[in-house]
């Protein structure tokens, strides 16, 4: 059974910063991209930060400079740290993880973690 479960999440203070967690289990981690998604109420989901097999990074724009992704294929987690943080990064953050092979492809999601940011 694939489970994905994220934690670090919370209430923080606009400018503090947070680490989320993703650890995975009941796939091969090394295998699969990971992605951080996040929802904020009354918008639809974005893709805020992804890393390849291979360890490249993207960043959606409103967070690059301030968020890092990184995994450790050793522990199967990978990780968003998130400094200078702003009130509109207040959302549920969700961890994904995407096999890409043509012949079998598969994506898993995790239920999310709340990071509210006050102003």
């Known amino acids: 059974q694939v489970q994905l479960v994220e934690s670090g999440g919370g209430l923080v203070q606009a400018g503090g910063s947070l680490r989320l967690s993703c650890a995975a289990s009941?796939?091969?981690?090394?295998?699969?991209?990971m992605n951080w998604y996040r929802q904020a109420p009354g918008k639809q989901r974005e893709l805020v930060a992804g890393?390849?097999?291979?360890?490249?990074?993207n960043y959606a724009d409103s967070v690059k400079g301030r968020f890092t992704i990184s995994r450790d294929n050793a522990k199967n987690t990978v990780y968003l740290q998130m400094d200078n943080l702003k009130p509109e990064d207040t959302a549920v953050y969700s961890c994904?993880?995407?096999?890409?092979?043509?012949?079998?492809?598969?994506?898993?999601w995790g239920k999310g973690t709340l990071v509210t940011v006050s102003s």
């Open positions: 009941g796939i091969i981690f090394r295998f699969h991209a």
């Open positions: 994904n993880a995407r096999y890409s092979d043509a012949r079998s492809p598969a994506e898993y």
């Open positions: 890393i390849t097999t291979g360890g490249s990074t």
